[in-house]
């Protein structure tokens, strides 16, 4: 049972370079969702998922895209990258809409762009 | 729109000390949580608190939540120097149990 997992760990992109940011969990949980977290800032919340076929979006969607064809699986694609996008990626995962259980991150990926 | 502030930023203080991290929210949350993350590291679950007055204590951590006043509390008790980290409330909203989170308080328990 590996929880949540995140790939790569770190990477370091061109301006303007395409890359997908992996998230997988198999704790079978209805909900995923993207943060990236900034000094300073906190984490804020990019896209998210209540399940398989639904995104939508969080508090800093642009420049980002989320697909989720399966329940296991909800990667980030960044199109055009932007020194700006520089952060720390966490995916988090939870058991949906009504649950009182906590979210659970993934170890989480560190992004630089030049 | 749901907006959470932390208070202190950053705060030092000695082993055996107790200190209480404050936690104000702007509009009603469904629930709060209370993270910790250590440098480098993800985020580690501490608490889920639900309801008003709701007490939540695990070692020399207790959360407590007061829904009217919009304000949660993490209290520290006697610190270790293990309690070193970055904590962090978030308050959860709407069916998607979406996350807004504070931007951290910086605990340092020096010896």
């Known amino acids: 049972n590996a929880g949540v997992t995140q790939t790569p760990k770190f990477q370091v992109l061109k301006t303007g370079q395409s890359m997908t940011l992996q998230c997988a969990q198999d704790m079978n949980h209805e909900y995923m969702s993207w943060y990236r977290q900034d000094p300073g800032m906190g984490l804020r919340l990019i896209h998210y998922?209540?399940?398989?076929?639904?995104?939508d979006q969080g508090e800093v969607p642009n420049g980002y895209n989320v697909s989720r064809s399966t329940t296991e699986d909800f990667p980030l694609r960044l199109l055009s990258a932007a020194p700006s996008q520089t952060s720390v990626y966490f995916c988090?995962?939870?058991?949906?809409?009504?649950?009182?259980?906590?979210?659970?991150f993934g170890p989480g990926t560190r992004l630089t762009v030049l | 729109e749901l907006k959470v502030e932390q208070n202190p930023l950053f705060l030092s203080m000695q082993e055996g000390k107790n200190y209480t991290i404050y936690c104000n929210y702007s509009?009603?949350?469904?629930?709060l949580y209370w993270y910790r993350q250590d440098p480098g590291k993800s985020l580690e679950s501490l608490f889920v608190?639900?309801?008003?007055?709701a007490v939540k204590q695990e070692g020399r951590l207790m959360a407590s939540l007061d829904t009217k006043a919009r304000l949660s509390t993490l209290h520290i008790t006697a610190a270790v120097h293990d309690l070193s980290a970055t904590y962090f409330c978030?308050?959860?909203?709407?069916?998607?149990?979406?996350?807004?989170f504070g931007t951290g308080t910086r605990l340092q328990v020096t010896l």
């Open positions: 978030a308050g959860g909203t709407g069916t998607a149990s979406k996350l807004t």
């Open positions: 988090a995962t939870g058991r949906g809409s009504y649950s009182t259980d906590t979210q659970y």
């Open positions: 608190l639900l309801s008003n007055g």
């Open positions: 998922s209540v399940g398989a076929g639904i995104t």
């Open positions: 509009t009603t949350s469904d629930r």
